[in-house]
T-cell receptor
Framework: DARVTQTPRHKVTEMGQEVTMRCQPI?????VFWYRQTMMQGLELLAY????????DSGMPKDRFSAEMPDATLATLKIQPSEPRDSAVYFC???????????????FGDGTRLSIL | GDSVTQMEGPVTLSEEAFLTINCTYT??????LFWYVQYPGEGLQLLLK?????DKGSNKGFEATYRKETTSFHLEKGSVQVSDSAVYFC???????????FGKGTKLTVNP
């Protein structure tokens, strides 16, 4: 089965450090989503891309977070500088999307569990 | 804006018991509705979906019917197994949107 691959699976670092999370979407999927999961807020959409172009990043704190797709096989989510409140599980998902239409169901990676000390 | 409300649980059942997890939604237009399942340490997996009123989604013994009149999409299974222990999320994609909106999730534990 094709899978979304996320690295690293776990990351522990100190406040103020830069954190980079990576995602390899399923081959052929042109839409990539980044979510954050916490106990308090549940699942929140941070940003998403279609054909490598950002479509919506309204859920993302702009001052410290950035998301990019350097190429069709790699999406990155960076936090700089990191803060303890960023501790969460970050999920990437991919889907086949049609502009102006509904996406096919999203396929999720296993997430990056981030702890900021 | 669009929203999903589901029973928060946790829900604890014995094996072979009947399961219902309630889910109601608020959305403009005609949303598509989904149930996702998350096993410990893993990402979310699509369990079933329904894209229009009165559709029934089903998979692995789970079912949910899209009820527009009650804006509901309750998840049911007739006989749960220990392996069904997981967190279940109800979600929607609103008409005119591409973004999934999730409920808070319901943790299910099934005991032997």
């Amino acid at each position: 089965d094709a899978r979304v691959t996320q690295t690293p699976r776990h990351k522990v670092t100190e406040m103020g450090q830069e954190v980079t999370m990576r995602c390899q979407p399923i081959l052929g999927h042109n839409t990539v989503f980044w979510y954050r999961q916490t106990m308090m807020q549940g699942l929140e959409l941070l940003a998403y891309f279609r054909n490598r172009a950002p479509l919506d990043d309204s859920g993302m704190p702009k001052d410290r977070f950035s998301a990019e797709m350097p190429d069709a096989t790699l999406a990155t989510l960076k936090i700089q500088p990191s803060e303890p409140r960023d501790s969460a599980v970050y999920f990437c998902a991919s889907a086949v999307g049609i502009s102006g239409g509904r996406n096919q169901p999203q396929h999720f990676g296993d997430g990056t569990r981030l702890s900021i000390l | 804006g669009d929203s999903v409300t589901q029973m928060e649980g946790p829900v604890t059942l014995s094996e072979e018991a009947f399961l219902t997890i309630n889910c109601t939604y608020t959305a403009t237009g005609y949303p598509s509705l989904f149930w996702y399942v998350q096993y410990p340490g893993e990402g979310l997996q699509l369990l079933l979906k329904a894209t229009k009123a009165d559709d029934k989604g089903s998979n692995k013994g789970f079912e949910a019917t899209y009820r527009k009149e009650t804006t509901s999409f309750h998840l049911e299974k007739g006989s749960v197994q220990v392996s069904d222990s997981a967190v279940y999320f109800c979600a929607l994609v609103g008409g005119g949107s591409e973004k999934l909106v999730f409920g808070k999730g319901t943790k299910l534990t099934v005991n032997p």
